[in-house]
């Protein structure tokens, strides 16, 4: 569903709609009110540093953060925001879904920070042209995830007598021995956004970025259906064996704590994951192992995070604004932040002396997957495709994982999904 038609069905009550506009008009001139999702134990120690920032510079921060992993209820509390016609100074909205909103007309104009910060010059195109609507800028980039990860803890796999996996193959025989030696072999948790994380991890690695971009970003109909979907979906049927029978709805984050803690063994997530070793104290190589995921080597699925401002009347609230994207920008934040984060800086001057041996080579995979062309956008995570067929793809993918759906459906279903207008 276009965002147009999901704000026309979600038209919240006159009761609620008030409510929430009196709410706004207590807003403080030198405030800026921004809604996020970054909740779990790392993400909170990495944007609590853009509060310490913009309090630092007098700008008070009101947090408007909404729990659920990959954005799934902040979405749903920006539109209720916006349909009241108050939507919150900020948000984190990124990839296409930029484009929706500023079709929407409700993003503010930011290019004065991003002409004096000089963004044009040091972001890629590729992350300059998301952040702009109609040639402008009204989002700021924050960092740059990679998806295709593989999360290992090296105790489980000597105690299992495994060894780190880097093919399929060797991939399950690694979970093979997990189960045998009495660990759950794969956290996850059973939530649509990460269903479709193991699912494009899992196409890439069977099928090769090009199959990936044909999928998941071109959304060719003959690729959708073809014998590596099907294969992609064989792969993924024999993972859901490994996972626990309490995965359902678990959190992320919770999964994560699963490899932390030595329950579990394996995990696929984006780099966020490696926030949470990050504040529990581990180190990579010794606590836990980042490797690109079985088959993923020489590709990179990236997520690129970003904050998009909102048209705000008051000028003390447009000035704020502008100190906030031009915070997000600095190489200090994009430094502290990504190093809680798990991520990398979008900025390419930002120095790599503090980042760990996973961000290095993430730098490095995503540097060589440019040059190589297999650098791809993220479906799960809202990179590649407009949010309608995000959408309808998340719920096939998720069918599949709950049920006994065959490859050979959930194939025709993910290519009649592709055609969401
Ligand atoms: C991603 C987002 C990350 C992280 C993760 C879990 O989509 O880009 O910043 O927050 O979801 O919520």
Sequence with gaps: MKLQQLIKTTMVTTVTATALLSASAAVNAA??????????GGEAKSVA?????????????????????????????????VIAGSPPTAAQ?????????????????????????????????????????????????????????????????????AKTPTTWAEFFDAADKMQKAGFIAIAHGGQPWQDATVFETTALGVGGADFYNKALVKLDQATLTGPTMIKTFDTLGKIKTYIDKNSP???WNLATAMVINGKAGMQFMGDWAKGEFTAAGKQPGKDFLCVPAPGTAKSYTYNIDSIAMFKVKSPEEQKAQLVLATAIMSPEFQEIFNLNKGSIPVRPDVPRSKFDS???ESMDDMAAASKANTLEPSMAHGMAVSSAVQGAMLDVISKFMNSTMTSQAAAQALAKAAKTR
């Design 31 to 40: 405030q800026v009110e921004v809604l996020h999702y970054w909740t779990s």
């Design 49 to 81: 540093e853009l509060k310490k920032i913009m309090e630092s510079k007098g700008i008070t921060w009101k947090d408007f953060a909404v729990a659920g992993g990959a954005g799934e209820n902040a979405t749903t509390a920006l539109k209720a925001r």
């Design 93 to 161: 909205i990124k990839g296409p879904s930029i484009q929706e909103w500023g079709q929407e007309g409700v993003l503010a104009n930011i290019d004065a920070a991003a002409t004096a910060g000089k963004w044009d010059t040091l972001l890629p195109k590729v992350v300059s042209n998301t952040m702009k609507y109609q040639g402008h800028y009204v989002a700021a980039p924050v960092n740059v995830h990679r998806v295709n990860w593989l999360w290992v803890n090296p105790e489980v796999l000597k105690k299992s007598g």
């Design 249 to 251: 709805g678990r959190d």
């Design 358 to 360: 996973c961000a290095i």
